[in-house]
């Protein structure tokens, strides 16, 4: 290996390192890349002789060689309503910053593409090598749209009623709402009203499931409400208003919406309802919505952030023609219990 040193005066090349590190530039370029069959002791000596130069690769060459922006996009169906909330700071946006730091280890750059109408012409000419969509509906419109483009995609939380079946990362759903369910049943709590999202959402599909199935075996009444995401808070206090008049005795309602879940909370307190005394409440997202909301929710912790790293991993994995994975199992699930669902007296959990 020549002496590792440049006067500065031009922009390194590859020709530059293959001199420096005494191999050809194939060799280089297949070493700096992770590709070809390069002895691991040569790919380590040409990264490090790379790195002692300063070279950095013309991003502009590489991607006229390769085909690739490294980028990917971010984007849900989900209206603002509900993934974002007055503060913008709610589960697309956490999923956002936790996904951009994860994509940044792996040199892609993320796109954040929000729940706009405006947005969806975009799509067909955003510049990206793949995307992650956040709990997509059934036959969402923005799978067909990428997926025209040749575009690979996974999804956080099955896609309900796909054609084909994207590879998606497992929030287990139904875990997460009998988690829920049995907590109220363990609290005395025998009259349990369910609400959700009228769309099509795996979160509301197999919440709903597990729900019938909890209330079947424990011989409760079925009380399913459903309202559009797109009211948020509002439609979920009108949906709870629409129990009250209907079931009066009812003693606690699982909203796995945190949106919901907080307009339920205010048209409770309208109705001159106690919580947690005369109606419990939890919610499935523990975000800010459930932590500020008085009484503060019982929540489940998503985990995220090991959410966010494992849908980067896998659309790599199938950017990069490695993907033989189709279903990754997320973190399990941890509930978060506060004062919104415990007994009299009782203090809410740390």
Same mark, same amino acid.
């Given at each position: 290996?020549?002496?590792?040193?440049?006067?500065?005066?031009?922009?390194?090349?590859?020709?530059?390192?293959?001199?420096?590190?005494?191999?050809?530039?194939?060799?280089?370029?297949?070493?700096?890349?992770?590709?070809?069959?390069?002895?691991?002791?040569?790919?380590?000596?040409?990264?490090?002789?790379?790195?002692?130069?300063?070279?950095?690769?013309?991003?502009?060459?590489?991607?006229?060689?390769?085909?690739?922006?490294?980028?990917?996009?971010?984007?849900?169906?989900?209206?603002?309503?509900?993934?974002?909330?007055?503060?913008?700071?709610?589960?697309?946006?956490?999923?956002?910053?936790?996904?951009?730091?994860?994509?940044?280890?792996?040199?892609?750059?993320?796109?954040?593409?929000?729940?706009?109408?405006?947005?969806?012409?975009?799509?067909?000419?955003?510049?990206?090598?793949?995307?992650?969509?956040?709990?997509?509906?059934?036959?969402?419109?923005?799978?067909?749209?990428?997926?025209?483009?040749?575009?690979?995609?996974?999804?956080?939380?099955?896609? *309900?009623?796909?054609?084909?079946? $994207?590879?998606?990362? =497992?929030?287990? %759903?139904?875990?997460?709402? !009998? @988690? &829920?369910?049995?907590?109220?049943?363990?609290?005395?709590?025998?009259?349990?009203?369910?609400?959700?999202?009228?769309?099509?959402?795996?979160?509301?599909?197999?919440?709903?499931?597990?729900?019938?199935?909890?209330?079947?075996?424990?011989?409760?009444?079925?009380?399913?409400?459903?309202?559009?995401?797109?009211?948020?808070?509002?439609?979920?206090?009108?949906?709870?208003?629409?129990?009250?008049?209907?079931?009066?005795?009812?003693?606690?309602?699982?909203?796995?919406?945190?949106?919901?879940?907080?307009?339920?909370?205010?048209?409770?307190?309208?109705?001159?309802?106690?919580?947690?005394?005369?109606?419990?409440?939890?919610?499935?997202?523990?975000?800010?919505?459930?932590?500020?909301?008085?009484? *503060?929710?019982?929540?489940?912790? $998503?985990?995220?952030? =090991?959410?966010? %790293?494992?849908?980067?991993? !896998? @659309? &790599?994995?199938?950017?990069?023609?490695?993907?033989?994975?189709?279903?990754?199992?997320?973190?399990?699930?941890?509930?978060?219990?506060?004062?919104?669902?415990?007994?009299?007296?009782?203090?809410?959990?740390?």
């Amino acid at each position: 290996m020549s002496s590792v040193k440049h006067d500065g005066s031009r922009r390194l090349t590859i020709a530059d390192v293959a001199e420096a590190a005494g191999v050809s530039r194939t060799t280089v370029s297949h070493a700096l890349n992770d590709r070809g069959q390069v002895d691991p002791q040569t790919r380590a000596r040409v990264k490090e002789v790379a790195k002692l130069l300063g070279y950095r690769p013309n991003l502009r060459a590489q991607r006229l060689r390769t085909g690739r922006t490294n980028s990917i996009a971010l984007l849900s169906s989900m209206p603002f309503a509900v993934a974002g909330g007055a503060s913008r700071l709610g589960f697309m946006m956490e999923i956002a910053a936790t996904a951009a730091e994860a994509a940044l280890k792996q040199g892609l750059a993320l796109v954040l593409v929000p729940p706009l109408a405006e947005a969806r012409r975009l799509l067909d000419e955003l510049d990206i090598d793949g995307a992650i969509i956040i709990e997509p509906v059934a036959q969402d419109p923005q799978i067909a749209q990428l997926q025209r483009r040749g575009i690979g995609i996974v999804s956080i939380g099955r896609q *309900p009623e796909a054609d084909t079946a $994207l590879p998606y990362i =497992d929030l287990q %759903a139904g875990e997460t709402g !009998l @988690l &829920l369910l049995d907590h109220l049943a363990e609290q005395g709590s025998r009259q349990i009203a369910l609400l959700i999202g009228d769309q099509r959402r795996h979160s509301y599909v197999d919440v709903e499931q597990a729900y019938r199935e909890f209330t079947s075996a424990w011989g409760m009444p079925c009380l399913v409400a459903k309202a559009d995401e797109a009211g948020g808070e509002a439609a979920g206090a009108e949906a709870c208003r629409q129990l009250l008049a209907s079931h009066p005795d009812l003693d606690a309602i699982c909203a796995p919406v945190d949106a919901f879940a907080v307009g339920a909370v205010r048209a409770l307190q309208q109705a001159g309802r106690r919580i947690p005394e005369d109606v419990r409440v939890v919610t499935r997202y523990d975000g800010l919505r459930a932590q500020q909301c008085q009484p *503060p929710l019982t929540a489940v912790n $998503l985990h995220l952030e =090991d959410i966010s %790293a494992q849908a980067i991993a !896998l @659309l &790599l994995e199938h950017i990069n023609g490695k993907g033989k994975r189709t279903i990754v199992r997320g973190p399990s699930p941890q509930l978060i219990v506060r004062a919104s669902s415990g007994r009299t007296g009782d203090k809410p959990a740390l």
